[in-house]
């Protein structure tokens, strides 16, 4: 398995999934044109794509569908709100009718295969329609062994709040894009406008750093090789503020040691992440 993020941020977002068999986009938030390039900088194409997994319908988050599924025929699933949503915030008729074909509407903790990825939808707290999370697995080889393990992957990003059932979902990871939106203290004093301030920081908004860092401590397990935060605000947060005040959570709740050998990094706002082979 291949997961790489090609985008995370308010301008756009977009995550890939290479396995044996399928090739998956999760979100599809910039064009095909910056999705292809992304892809070709790893030798990937996206022409062997099998599908698009869709979190919720705003805009940094569909923004180039439209043109994936005219130009390369491309299946779409979401949520019933979800696909709801794509017609009434574009206003575009190609989702209701030429386009419509390709949509298939999912519901959370209604598992599905996509090739050879089992697809795990789960429900999150955001100000959208019907929004999921996505817990994404499939067999893998082990290195130097004749045998084959289950790998899994998550999204979980504009997530305002989280609860034992979002954790539940995320347990067993081998690898995870968390959102890490903002620091507290650089929104609370920002430009923002008052009300905008108060969406983020609810419970449908988007998780600050401090919130990040205590649900990465409750799913770091034995299997966890790596965390993407992603979703960062660029006027509300850092990299390396957020970096720093996750690990500051994870030193609290799990001692210093996990906090320095968690494999952790920053998705960019406007180009790919590292790619992370499991």
């Not at 500051?248 to 992440?273: F, I, N, Q």
Request: charged fraction near 25%; aromatic fraction near 6%.
């Amino acid at each position: 398995m291949i997961f790489v993020s090609l985008a995370s941020g308010s301008s756009g977002n977009c995550s890939f999934l290479h396995t044996d068999k399928c090739d998956l986009l999760i979100d599809c938030g910039i064009s095909a044109k910056r999705i292809s390039e992304g892809l070709s900088a790893f030798g990937l194409s996206i022409s062997s794509l099998s599908g698009v997994l869709l979190t919720h319908e705003h805009s940094d988050h569909i923004k180039g569908l439209k043109r994936l599924m005219s130009a390369y025929n491309i299946p779409v699933y979401a949520s019933a709100g979800t696909l709801r949503g794509v017609y009434e915030s574009s206003k575009d008729e190609y989702f209701r009718f030429s386009g419509s074909s390709l949509m298939h509407e999912i519901a959370s903790d209604n598992e599905f295969d996509i090739e050879d990825v089992h697809v795990c939808p789960f429900h999150i707290y955001h100000d959208a329609r019907e929004p999921l999370g996505f817990r994404l697995s499939t067999e893998a080889e082990v290195p130097d062994a004749e045998l084959r393990r289950r790998v899994s992957v998550c999204v979980a990003t504009d997530t305002g709040y989280f609860d034992d059932y979002i954790r539940d979902h995320l347990l067993g990871l081998d690898a995870a894009l968390i959102e890490a939106n903002h620091d507290r203290a650089m929104l609370a004093g920002g430009k923002y406008p008052l009300y905008l301030k108060r969406r983020i920081m609810s419970r449908q908004g988007h998780l600050c750093n401090n919130q990040s860092g205590k649900l990465i401590s409750e799913i770091v397990g034995p299997r966890l090789r790596h965390v993407f935060l992603g979703h960062l605000s660029k006027e509300n947060n850092t990299p390396s503020l957020a970096l720093s005040t996750v690990r500051a959570e994870l030193k609290e709740a799990l001692g210093e040691r996990v906090s320095e050998s968690l494999s952790m990094s920053v998705a960019p706002h406007d180009g790919p992440s590292q790619l992370i082979k499991l």
